[in-house]
């Protein structure tokens, strides 16, 4: 757990290296689970063969240098659907009741420390998202450098049935991701019965880590946390989940919530009987189980996430960056290139403007060290300062300077001392998604030249944005050198 004096050294150590490139100018609780009444599923493997011979989303990172191995689980059992007893209120506090019951088998994909030694204590448990018909460890490609290289394990988890058995015929997204499709061989066990049973498939998933039944996913890993983490509809489910089932299930010690939108997926669903959650709606406040919200741009206007704000209270906190979008340049990146190992010949989707290439990874990497540090028994993660935003008629618009960026909410030093205008909006293209993946322009040659007239000057502003992030636990040390080792190595203001 990092204290108030290690947060010192780094911010210490941060200023040596900006004085020994001689350009330094001045600068500006532990929360354990409950009883569970949640089962421990039977888990099987690692699982091997099939006709690729290696998991669908298997990444492309070379693990074994970083001391890490990948290995695939299945986890079978019966699992229960939910029905609401009373009204689901816009408060998130729910209460619900099983109502029936199916069999399934799915799985884990794991990324573990070989060495104990390696490992931190902590899991991210990621519901996979499915938005493209597939299996997609989002939250993996946008924190995996801090994952890796701070011991933490990570597990994907199948919850879901697009995952699984793929999308409804004629969709044009197409199945040839779905695991059954992709690999009949080695996925041809597998059983899905339907979303209404995510909930509890994915509290399992949690009990098969903490209290295997069989084969255990995490070899001898001693685990201490377990975080449930989610992006875009992952993060939707997951917020049903929270208001839901943890006040039951009691598996998951804390929740990182990537760009959720105003409101949350079904409790229960077709061929089960609906219950529609209503929106806007909050994380229900009663429950002593961290939740950090990570909101982009594009989540607060387009998602509409700004009807569901809330207050932080103990065990919530709301992070909205300035600079963000819902998925970032570096993410997609790294998203893309685990896609292209798996469905050869997928490529980078191409959209009207040059992509966001903002802050926002950096931000979800110090989260996830955050709510690590809350979960066990550290401080909680600082109360940051909103985005912004304002009525344009009857829409919302986040307020910006007159560089194009952001007002308020969580700024790195990319938007402290800018280069260019981040926004988490205003993208457009052939492939649905370029909406998410905002825009990226940068400052012209002269712009440049009045903002930084001098080099030294320039990186010695990085450094001092850098070093007041990391002292407000917003930025991680290590992320916090390599944005000035890059400011240093630019040919800004020279």
């Known amino acids: 757990m990092r204290t108030v004096r290690s947060r010192v050294r780094s911010v210490l150590a941060l200023v040596g290296v900006v004085v020994a490139a001689g350009l330094w100018a001045g600068a500006t609780p532990a929360v354990a689970s409950a009883a569970s009444d949640v089962p421990s599923p039977t888990v099987t493997g690692p699982i091997t063969g099939g006709s690729h011979g290696f998991p669908y989303d298997s990444t492309v990172v070379d693990l074994a240098r970083f001391g890490y191995t990948e290995q695939e689980f299945f986890y079978s059992g019966t699992a229960r659907a939910f029905t609401n007893v009373g009204a689901l209120g816009s408060d998130g506090r729910w209460s619900v009741t099983p109502s029936s019951t199916a069999g399934y088998e799915t799985r884990l994909l794991v990324r573990r420390p070989v060495n104990p030694k390696r490992f931190n204590g902590t899991v991210i448990v990621e519901w996979l998202n499915v938005s493209t018909g597939a299996d997609v460890g989002v939250g993996w490609s946008a924190a995996l450098t801090e994952l890796l290289r701070d011991g933490f394990a990570w597990v994907g988890v199948s919850a879901q049935t697009v995952g699984v058995n793929g999308l409804p015929p004629g969709n044009p997204l197409g199945n040839a991701g779905a695991l059954k499709v992709w690999d009949p061989a080695r996925y041809g066990s597998l059983v899905h019965p339907g979303d209404s049973y995510s909930y509890d498939i994915f509290s399992q998933a949690g009990r098969a880590l903490s209290h295997p039944n069989g084969v255990d996913p995490l070899g001898s890993l001693r685990v201490q946390h377990l975080i449930a983490a989610g992006e875009s509809q992952s993060a939707a489910r997951l917020t049903t989940y929270y208001d839901a089932v943890q006040p039951r ?39 002593r189980v961290p939740v950090l919200a990570y909101e982009t741009e594009t989540d607060l206007i387009f998602l509409g996430y700004f009807n569901s704000r809330q207050p932080d209270n103990p065990f919530f906190r709301d992070w909205e960056v300035a600079g963000s979008t819902h998925v970032d340049l570096y993410t997609l990146t790294n998203v893309s290139r685990d896609i292209a190992k798996s469905l050869p010949g997928a490529t980078m989707p191409t959209c009207a403007l040059p992509l966001n290439d903002g802050p926002g990874h950096f931000v979800q990497a110090d989260a996830s060290q955050e709510l690590r540090e809350w979960v066990s028994g550290g401080t909680p993660p600082p109360v940051a300062p909103r985005l912004d935003v304002v009525n344009a008629g009857a829409t919302k618009v986040i307020v910006r300077d007159s560089l194009g960026n952001a007002v308020g909410g969580i700024r790195l030093p990319q938007l402290q001392v800018p280069t260019a205008a981040y926004s988490g909006l205003g993208n457009s293209g052939a492939n649905p998604f370029c909406v998410l993946f905002g825009t990226t322009a940068p400052f012209d040659a002269g712009t440049l030249a009045s903002l930084y007239p001098n080099h030294g000057r320039y990186v010695s502003r990085v450094a001092g944005a850098a070093i007041h992030d990391v002292a407000a636990e917003l930025l991680l040390p290590a992320d916090a050198r390599q944005i000035v080792e890059q400011a240093a190595e630019s040919g800004i203001g020279r």
């Open 249 to 287: 299930a009691n598996v998951y010690d804390g929740f990182l919530i990537i760009s959720r939108g105003d409101g949350s997926t079904p409790l229960s669903q077709a061929p089960q009987p609906a219950i529609a959650t209503p929106r806007p709606l909050a994380f229900r406040s009663d429950l």
